[in-house]
């Protein structure tokens, strides 16, 4: 309590210090509506009209610029302060409130600049490049969204508005390398690179809960900077710290492409070589970075902290290094040195050189994104080099290596140092064989056992005075337990996909179930999170009985490509997949905050089975997803790529 | 090991045929367009196409809905339909058939034989085999064929592919391989394909289909191996690989998917196979759906070639055409230069345009100064055995710091990312809102410096480097000169100033950049050529000779050579200073007629493209053109081959009052000069592989854009210098990216000569390879008696007589609001 009521007066301290900018703070919002504004618009114009599309990309990313600049130079005049703005409360309770806040200091301002510039280049750019390229709105609409969440996320005043933003970074890298939607390695990939985000996510919504408990409250990014009161919070709960800290650092190694998931960044450049650049060459990979940078305050004093990011960036940047040198592709070559270049940032990043960090980030996106850009003039311009210059084999400092050294390492290198198994090998497939073990669980079985039980379930909990204490303990975790076993039978679940979202929809049931009865509550405040999955659960369901009405079997073991036929009911069940992933712009989102607020600190063995069931979740229906509606379409062999294509 | 059956399996047969089906692409810097389905080409086209589509799942047609649609739009006739029908079907049945092809619905074509094998392996086994070996299949290749990508290259590279792997699996500490097993196969055991399959299919009657099936799951990199097995010197940094190993090399890697899969528990495909697929190469079933899709593109084709035929017969006759030409201007025969050359003639009515191969028959390898290679500056299919070598060359090569492979390296990339990255944001800015030429781009007129010297002339017959000759003695001047002059049919008359011009292309961001050239100088700019050809016709004792042989140019006469840029519509010409004074003026009127021309034909070229308004005068569209020409967001600098669809042999004269829209590829000849058709030979042994593989080629992208194109290029990845392919794992993509093809009509080439049909048949027989272009229907062939004018067509080995459907054809006076309205492909017209 008393740690809460020094929070409550710094934080007044602090309202009342940057009252003096206020009205520039009142400008932060701006940042955040033009990109929304500019999105709709774009959602809204005929697909057919590319002049009015790219107009409306370019425009509303060069307004961006233009204020950005002309903000930047004016505050940069105004003695460069902190700005802060405690934004709008989207929910609020007696003992919860979820804030959007805003926050502006140097870390924001190279973020937009760098990002703005990037962005308006490559709006320019594509306006051309992508002419009569089948998807040309939705190209522009993903970047827009990108835009939308790399602005929210940058200008963010708290962790809850940072992952509004994170997440919609994740779901717009995911629609980009998917982009090429027929084909069969984009919707691998895309998969592949979202499940490692995944892992980002969980990151945060567990730093997010543990933050929650450390403060007792929200906390804002302009809290962090008071020294004391970090200290006093962090002094009192070391573990606590560190833990955050370290899920922090877990989301911005996924971001960024560090060890152990570098893997997936190569694997990303499905997409138009655009898009490519924005994201894997140059902002959204650096988004770690950015996270790092803007926690600094919170991790400084944790030495444990910054030499764990130390050798993790210097470790990226050595097997980066060599796994660039051995890359014959061009884009895979850029994304390992970029890669990198990243790590290295972690070092200065770790080392406390912030400014260093800044420019180092800059210059790197502004260079990997142009050799992105100019990635197909390899060719003319190397082959000619060659022509002139050509020698049957130059000198590289690996000539010094033993022959048996230099055949290890070039091997390793080329075999990425099996990094690209890892995750599955050591994540996926034992839950999915995990998931196996519950075949048992068939649709009627779901269905009709399933109901029954939750309604048993549902039962326990009104009648739960009756219950003996040490039961109505255990049911928290009883029931997550069931949500659990249900998600991951739909992860692993390689047939019916109706069978899949009925076990995805059900697990949230299971898990508001787990809550109210964990903190004594009945459902009133359960209503928010679970009408949204109800509303998107049905939907949803719908979009696959009628699919599989009309197209047959829409087995999981397979991409079924029905994009390719029914565009308007993929973007549908895509919005009820969000709904039921509780993406920020659907109700659940906010409930899915709420229900972590309800886990006790102490539960840690609550907080990661809930946090593994939102895990699972998302993937199981992104995988849905790409199954069911991406690849090549399974009715017609003349018109698709090859698969290995 | 026992064998399951008696050895029905014939490796090198297998290999052979294999090697045949594969696509035959080369690497990007040879681009080299060819029949995408040469596999077929001893077959009809017809026939061959169904197989290649029942075996391959190749799409070789339009779809049915896309030709009703050309006939709703009025782009396939009506009476051509008809005619078609009854030519196939008999009269009885055209009405029936004609029913069907507006309004039957057909069903789909059954899954290809191609993949049907190797499919068990997911079925039965539950195994995905591609997902768990391409990757670093695709990866070691890549690696291995590199060019100059990676900074640290494979490490044992000089003796052979196979051998390095051993030579590395033997010494390393890890391996390529997940198990034990498949390693041990490598470095101890003969590793013979039979063996290799008994112990992953056990059943030597599958072996074939099997590796078909395995090959063809990656058709791009087996495509690349191969070709680079039979033409090493394709790679400039060669490398020594052949099929077998590549398939040796897969099955090891399969047999290690299988072991890391199920341990040691695993048996021959054949022990789970319940039934045997259908055999690749059997018999195909006839199918109503490829007769129909067959109808529907001979009427396609017709619709449009009984225009254009309509349009040579109503000719005005009588013509007075002056003798003394102000100027003549011998072209390549490339379908882009078509408009350039009506231009010419219509801003001066006096002047006489030639086309001819763009290597102006002077073939040779080509050494520019300091160049480390020789390059091959005639028809890939010939080997020359001259070398002419570049020296007092004043061209310096920029270096661009973005191509750098410092800015891949530890310490390197970091000092790079700090200072040249911010650098970086201002290119790019001024990249896409000023763009300008730089180094990365691929341009023409760097091909060649125009002031440099050449080596065209032999000092002694033994001056040889690497056994090549090093420039050519008179006689063999004269050769190629009088065999230019006489197959193109200029032996009097000649005007005096003779341009002989080549043309280039220059793109920027473009890997397909050599597609652009020209095919007749193996995909480059044919500057050095026309320098070569006209120093040749200047040479004063290949007069002498040609004198002789009763070719007489008069000795004021002069030829000057010149290079067309067709990307940015510019020109430039060679060695002016040789030209007399009095030349020296024409050169000076002419010029201005070539500048007019120019803008001109930038104008009637930009209506295909929508970024530039085709109202605006013609100046101001060209600096547009010339902007867009190295703009790095263009994907479409030029649209190169994509409106062609004829080859005119034969005198201007023939076709100089139509518009026929840059859709038609001139090789110029006089039947009067060639009574024999020796000449004309020529022409069509270089016309039906060069013509007729650049049609073919577009065909089939454009018919299918995956399998047989490359996809669009947005994506494309650039693969060790030698290829493109998707994301960082995918096959490589041979065939042409869909920018280069959305606009082309696929039909087939027709090529018309002017001569008497029983010349053109005895010519045509005379090599069978060319006479197999003509009588598979792979280019369809019209000979039009230049006495009589009338048409004949070539169909089953013999000409019959052809009366077009059309009577009339549209006369216009002014082209310019036609092109300034109308995007797609134009018809023929009557130029008044």
């Known amino acids: 309590m008393q740690s809460s009521q020094i929070s409550n007066e710094c934080f007044l301290s602090y309202i009342s210090t940057m009252y003096k900018t206020g009205d520039m703070a009142m400008f932060l919002p701006y940042f955040i509506l033009l990109p929304i504004i500019g999105f709709l618009v774009n959602i809204l114009v005929p697909k057919k009209n590319e002049t009015v599309i790219s107009w409306a990309a370019f425009t509303t990313v060069g307004v961006h610029l233009l204020t950005a600049i002309g903000f930047t130079i004016y505050w940069l005049f105004q003695h460069h302060t902190i700005l802060s703005l405690p934004g709008w409360a989207l929910y609020q309770t007696s003992k919860y409130s979820f804030f959007l806040s805003f926050y502006f200091d140097n870390v924001t301002a190279t973020y937009l600049i760098v990002g703005d510039i990037i962005l308006f280049q490559v709006a320019a750019y594509s306006r051309y490049y992508l002419h009569r390229e089948e998807g040309y709105k939705r190209f522009f609409v993903t970047i827009l969204l990108f835009y939308l969440g790399y602005n929210i996320a940058i200008f963010s005043g708290n962790l809850e508005t940072l992952f509004v933003g994170w997440e919609m970074l994740g779901i717009s890298s995911f629609l980009l390398i998917a982009f090429y939607r027929d084909r069969y390695l984009p919707a691998k990939n895309a998969v592949k690179v979202i499940s490692v985000y995944r892992l980002g996510d969980v990151g945060l919504i567990l730093a997010m809960w543990l933050s929650h408990h450390l403060w007792h409250g929200n906390v804002s990014f302009l809290q962090l900077n008071n020294h004391e009161l970090v200290s006093t919070h962090l002094q009192t709960n070391t573990l606590i710290g560190l833990f955050i800290s370290l899920m922090i650092l877990m989301s911005a190694v996924a971001k960024s492409a560090q060890l152990p998931v570098t893997s997936w960044l190569p694997r990303a450049m499905e997409g138009p070589t655009p898009s490519s650049a924005i994201f894997y060459g140059s902002l959204s990979v650096h988004i770690g970075i950015f996270v790092l940078l803007r926690t600094f305050p919170f991790w400084e004093h944790q030495l444990a902290m910054r030499i764990i990011i130390g050798v993790i960036g210097l470790a990226t940047s050595v097997i980066a290094t060599g796994i660039a040198r051995v890359q014959s592709t061009i884009k895979t070559q850029i994304a390992y040195a970029s890669a990198a270049q990243i790590g290295i940032m972690f070092i200065e990043v770790a080392a406390g050189l912030e400014e260093v960090a800044l420019v180092h980030f800059a210059g790197n996106a502004f260079l990997r994104a142009y050799q992105l850009l100019v990635s197909p003039s390899v060719v003319s311009y190397l082959i000619r080099e060659q022509f002139y210059n050509f020698k049957p084999r130059e000198h590289t400092f690996e000539d010094s290596f033993s022959k048996k050294t230099a055949y290890t390492v070039y091997m390793l290198c080329m075999k990425e140092w099996n990094l690209d198994n890892l995750m599955y090998r050591y994540m996926w497939n034992p839950l999915k064989w995990f998931g196996k073990w519950l075949d048992f669980l068939t649709l009627s079985r779901v269905v009709y056992y399933g109901i029954p039980a939750y309604l048993a379930g549902v039962a326990l909990v009104y009648f739960r005075e009756m219950l003996p204490e040490a039961v109505e303990d255990a049911l928290p975790y009883l029931f997550c337990s069931i949500a659990l076993m249900m998600v991951l039978k739909s992860f692993a679940e390689r047939k019916l996909a109706r069978m899949s979202w009925l076990l995805v929809v059900m697990h949230h049931f299971w898990i508001a179930l787990a809550i109210s009865v964990n903190e004594r509550f009945y459902f009133n405040e359960d209503r928010l999170y679970l009408s949204g999955i109800v509303v998107a659960g049905i939907v949803g369901f719908i979009c696959l009985r009628w699919l599989h009405f009309h197209e047959g079997s829409i087995d999981m073991d397979q991409f079924h490509g029905h994009s390719y036929r029914h565009p308007k009911i993929a973007f549908v069940f895509l919005l009820a997949c969000l709904g039921v992933s509780a993406f920020p712009i659907s109700p659940t989102f906010v409930g899915e905050d709420l229900i972590f607020i309800h886990i006790r600190e102490e539960q840690v063995v609550l907080a990661i089975m809930v946090s593994l069931s939102y895990v699972l979740d998302g993937l199981s229906l992104m995988r849905m997803y790409a199954r069911v509606f991406l690849g090549p379409h399974s009715k017609s062999v003349y018109e698709m790529a090859y698969r290995s294509s | ?832």
């Not at chain 2, 039979?230 to 060669?238: C, F, I, K, S, V």
């Not at chain 2, 109503?314 to 013509?319: I, V, W």
């Not at chain 2, 089939?700 to 794992?729: C, E, W, Y």
């Not at chain 2, 067509?793 to 459907?805: M, S, T, V």
């Open chain 2, 1 to 832: 090991m026992t064998r399951p059956h008696d050895s029905s399996f014939d490796e090198h047969a297998v290999i052979h045929e294999l090697k045949h089906y594969l696509p035959a692409q080369n690497p990007l810097k040879d681009f080299i367009h060819h029949n995408t389905l040469h596999g077929f080409q001893n077959l009809k086209f017809y026939d061959g196409t169904c197989r290649a589509s029942e075996i391959f799942g190749y799409s070789v047609s339009l779809s049915i809905d896309e030709y009703r649609a050309l006939y709703q739009s009025g782009h396939i006739r009506e009476d051509i339909l008809e005619k078609v029908i009854t030519e196939r079907k008999g009269p009885a049945l055209m009405k029936e058939w004609k029913e069907y092809a507006i309004s039957r619905q057909y069903e789909k074509l059954p899954p290809p034989r191609i993949g049907s094998l190797r499919a068990y392996w997911k079925r039965h086994y539950k195994i995905d085999m591609d997902s768990l070996v391409h990757p670093l299949l695709f990866r070691v290749l890549c690696s291995y064929l590199d060019q100059g990508i990676s900074i640290w290259r494979f490490p044992v590279w000089n003796e052979g592919f196979l051998i390095s792997i051993r030579e590395m699996e033997r010494l390393s500490f890890t391996s390529f391989f997940r198990k034990d097993w498949p390693r041990r196969l490598l470095l101890r055991s003969e590793c013979k394909i039979e063996s290799l399959l008994d112990i992953l299919v056990g059943d030597s009657s599958l072996y074939k289909q099997y590796l078909f099936d395995q090959q063809f799951a990656h058709q791009g990199w087996s495509g690349i191996v191969s070709l680079v097995e039979d033409m090493p010197q394709t790679l400039l940094d060669r490398k020594q690989i052949t099929l077998q190993e590549l398939i040796i090399f897969e099955l090891l890697l399969e047999i290690d998917a299988l072991d890391f899969r199920f341990g040691k528990n695993w048996q021959p495909l054949c022990k789970r196979l319940k039934e045997k697929p259908v055999d690749l190469f059997a018999e195909i079933p006839e199918r109503e759906l490829h007769e129909m899709r067959h109808i529907w593109q001979e009427a396609f084709e017709w619709s449009y070639y009984d225009e254009v035929l309509s349009g040579l017969l109503a000719k005005k006759h009588n013509e007075n055409k002056v003798n003394y030409a102000s100027f003549q201007a011998v072209f390549c025969i490339d379908d882009r230069e078509c408009s350039f050359r009506r231009y010419i003639e219509e801003m001066d009515p006096d002047s006489e345009t030639f086309g001819a191969p763009g290597f102006f028959n002077a073939e040779f390898f080509y050494q520019p100064e300091g160049g480390k290679f020789y390059t091959k500056l005639c028809p890939w299919p010939v080997t020359p055995k001259y070398l002419i070598k570049q020296a007092e060359s004043k061209n310096e090569r920029k270096k661009d710091v973005h191509f750098s492979k410092h800015a891949h390296s530890f310490f390197g990339g970091a000092l790079i990312a700090h200072t040249i990255g911010f650098w970086s944001a201002a290119r790019l800015f001024f990249n896409i809102f000023r763009p300008t030429m730089g180094p990365a781009a691929s341009y023409s007129f760097r091909h060649m410096d125009k002031f440099s010297k050449l080596t065209i002339e032999n000092v002694y017959p033994d001056d040889k480097e690497k056994g090549l000759q090093i420039g050519y003695t008179i006689e063999e001047m004269a050769n190629r000169a009088e065999g230019l002059l006489k197959m193109i049919g200029l032996v009097k008359d000649f005007s005096p100033i003779v341009y002989i011009i080549g043309h280039g292309a220059s793109s920027v961001n473009n890997p397909h950049f050599a597609a652009y050239d020209c095919g007749a100088c193996s995909g480059r700019a044919g500057s050095v050529n026309s320098r070569v050809i006209c120093h040749i016709l200047n040479h004063s004792g290949v007069r002498k000779i040609l004198n002789a042989r009763g070719v007489t140019i008069p000795p004021d006469t002069q030829f000057v050579g010149g290079l067309h840029d067709t990307t940015r519509d510019e020109i430039i010409f060679f060695d002016e200073g040789i030209l007399s004074s009095g030349n020296q003026k024409r050169h000076q009127i002419n010029l201005k007629t070539f500048d007019r021309a120019l803008d001109l034909n930038a104008k009637e070229r930009s209506r295909r493209f929508v970024s530039i308004n085709t109202r605006q005068k013609p100046k101001a569209i060209h600096k547009k053109i010339l902007q867009r020409s190295v703009s790095l967001f263009e994907p479409r600098p030029e649209l190169n081959h994509a409106t062609n669809a004829l080859c005119i042999v034969g005198r201007r004269s023939l076709t100089s009052h139509l518009f026929l829209d840059r859709r038609a590829f001139f090789n110029s000849f006089d039947y009067r000069v060639d009574p024999e058709g020796k000449y004309l030979l020529n022409i069509l042994n270089a016309v039906a592989p060069v013509c007729g593989g650049i049609n073919l080629e577009y065909f089939f992208s454009r018919v299918d854009n995956q399998k047989l194109g490359a996809g669009t290029k947005l994506p494309h990845n650039v693969m060790g210098l030698i290829a493109v392919a998707n994301g960082a794992d995918g096959d490589l993509r041979p065939g042409l990216p869909s920018q280069m093809i959305e606009v082309h009509d696929p039909v087939r080439l027709m090529v018309i000569v002017e001569h008497f049909p029983h010349v053109a048949l005895k010519t045509i027989q005379t090599v069978p390879a060319t006479y197999e272009w003509f009588a598979n229907e792979w280019v369809h062939l019209i000979v039009i008696n230049p006495e009589t004018q009338e048409l004949f067509r070539f169909k089953d080995g013999a000409f019959f007589p052809y009366k077009p459907l059309k009577q009339s054809i549209e006369a216009i006076s002014d082209i310019t609001p036609l092109i300034e309205e109308n995007i797609d492909n134009l018809p023929v017209y009557i130029l008044e």
